[in-house]
């Protein structure tokens, strides 16, 4: 399973909004960040060739682009960090 980073979920006014909100729960919070993730469910003996590659790259690209979020290995930050994944119910 591929999981890719997409465009930004919120627009820079409701993610300031939704901190705001998430701040007068907990003030420990001090930063959000929203983004699509893509899930892409491939063979385990299967591999995407670079055409296949590109086609997926131009399906998911919309909206503003990528998130600016990145992913990082340190795992300093892991007990600093709370990762949601909200996903949209089947049907």
């Given at each position: ?49 670079q055409?296949?590659?590109n ?33 949209p119910?089947?049907?």
């Amino acid at each position: 399973m591929l999981t890719l980073i997409g465009a930004k979920a919120l627009s820079p006014s409701k993610s300031k909004k939704l901190l705001a909100q998430l701040q007068n729960i907990s003030e420990v919070i001090t930063d959000l960040h929203s983004h699509f993730c893509h899930f892409v469910d491939i063979a385990d003996d299967q591999t995407l060739n670079q055409e296949q590659s590109n086609v997926l790259e131009r399906l998911l690209t919309y909206g503003d682009g990528l998130s600016d979020f990145q992913q990082s290995d340190d795992d300093t930050l892991a007990y600093k960090t709370l990762e949601l994944i909200v996903l949209p119910r089947l049907g």
